[in-house]
C-alpha cells in the first residue's frame, strides 16, 4: 500500500549541490525510519543516510559534513540536500521507509545522481 516517490536527481559537476525528495503515499505507523541508500554500477546498496520519526539521525563516513537529511513528518516526506558532490556519489539514490519493531521494509524506484568529472 505504502509507495516512496522521489524527485532531485540529475547531472552537477564536481563541487555542486543536489536535493532529494521522496514523498511517502499511505498509511503507515508513527515510529519509523526514513532515509536514503545508494547503488553504484557493479556495486552493493549501501546506507546514505537515516532519520527516524523522533529526528535521530544515521549518516554514512563518506558523506559526512556534506549531506544533510531532514523530514516532515506532517507531510511524510524526507529530504536529502547533498552538498560539495564529487564523483564517487555517482549513483542511482534509493528512498526507503522502515516501520521501528516490524522488519518491514518500502522502497521508492531510484532517482540517477551524476556528478561529472
Known amino acids: 500500500q505504502v509507495q516512496l516517490v522521489e524527485s532531485g536527481g540529475g547531472l552537477v559537476q564536481p563541487g555542486g549541490s543536489l536535493r532529494l525528495s521522496c514523498a511517502a503515499s499511505?498509511?503507515?505507523?508513527?515510529?519509523?525510519?526514513m532515509g536514503w541508500y545508494r547503488q553504484a554500477p557493479g556495486k552493493q546498496r549501501a546506507l546514505v543516510a537515516t532519520?527516524?520519526?523522533?529526528?535521530?539521525?544515521t549518516y554514512a563516513d563518506s558523506v559526512k559534513g556534506r549531506f544533510t537529511i531532514s523530514r516532515d513528518n506532517g507531510k511524510n516526506t524526507v529530504y536529502l540536500q547533498m552538498n560539495s558532490l564529487k564523483p564517487e556519489d555517482t549513483a542511482v539514490y534509493y528512498c526507503?521507509?522502515?516501520?521501528?519493531?516490524?522488519?518491514?521494509?518500502?522502497w521508492g524506484q531510484g532517482t540517477q545522481v551524476t556528478v561529472s568529472a
Open positions: 526507503y521507509l522502515g516501520i521501528i519493531g516490524t522488519g518491514t521494509a518500502y
Open positions: 499511505g498509511s503507515f505507523f508513527r515510529l519509523n525510519v
Open positions: 532519520m527516524s520519526s523522533g529526528g535521530s539521525t
